[in-house]
């Protein structure tokens, strides 16, 4: 009989904090890049460089036997993900930082509604309502009528739903694959699905812009890395309320080095999204049935 390991909640906590970090770190590289290179190219060119750290989960993708379905979704996973990463990569360097903190954290909401439909889910009404509340931030946020919603914008929210998507599937397949195998997957199929959308638009990078994107590539992975050292720590109720934190770091980050004007708005709308994600978490940790990602668990 094995033996649970101990929730270490500070653990968790600091571990989390990094991975906000991490994951602020990202956006504020990609955001000092600039919008030179084509999206899919920069998408691109982030994954196949990231591409290098996994090459030690090849071992693990020898070693195991993937069937013809499990490559179909891999694939589709693949496809998504690229859609949603070149569309994140467009919106970095036209809206704000907390424009796009805040609307990133849309994606387990939509992770909660596909669950309903997709997988069979049941929707209380205390999750109904915890849903319409995270689409009102996003209402919030965008104030439609009242403010121009940009490209960026658009581009944000529908990123949102195809991170969902890809999630979607990895919950599938993490039921069936090893991790290791499952996170080499996406690198491979993204790498493949962005080529043919970035090499129409290519625009020969700076070395400067390599540097850039290597470093965004060691960000997030380090990010995801350190999230499940978090998630290995303490449970997902514990570690869920400090992704807030990123909302508050981006803001300060476009505010001081990049000087983007404080849209209280955003700050408000990114919190209603945030504690609607938290309390979905909430209720799925004390029915011990998780289906909804951490906020950070979509990310590229």
Sequence with gaps: MTTALPHRPLTGIFWMLVTGLCFVAVTALVKYMGPRLPA????????????????????????SSVTRR??????????LHAV????????????????????????PIYVSIGAAIFLGEKLALRRIVAVILGLLGAVIILR????????????????????AGSYLLAKLLADEMKPGVVVLMLSIFVTIGLAPIALPVWIMPTMREILIL?????????????????????????????????????????????LEPVDIWVIIGGLVILGSVTFITWREATLKRQITPISNATKL
């Design 40 to 63: 899919a190219e920069s998408a691109f060119l982030r994954y196949a460089i990231g591409l290098v750290f996994f090459l030690p989960a090849l071992r693990a993708f020898e070693l």
């Design 84 to 107: 949603g990463v070149s569309l994140w990569f467009f919106a970095m360097t036209r809206i704000t930082i907390a424009e796009v903190t805040a609307m990133n954290y849309l994606a």
């Design 214 to 258: 290597t470093a965004v590539a060691v960000f997030a992975t380090a990010g995801h890395y350190t999230m499940t050292l978090a998630l290995a720590a303490a449970p997902v109720t514990v570690t869920q309320p400090i992704t807030f934190l990123q909302l508050i770091w981006a803001t300060l980050l476009g505010t001081v080095v990049f």
């Design 144 to 163: 439609p009528g009242f403010r121009e919603v940009s490209p960026g914008h658009i581009a944000m929210l529908i990123a949102a739903v195809v991170f």
């Design 70 to 79: 499990q490559f179909t979704m891999c694939g589709l996973r693949g496809a």
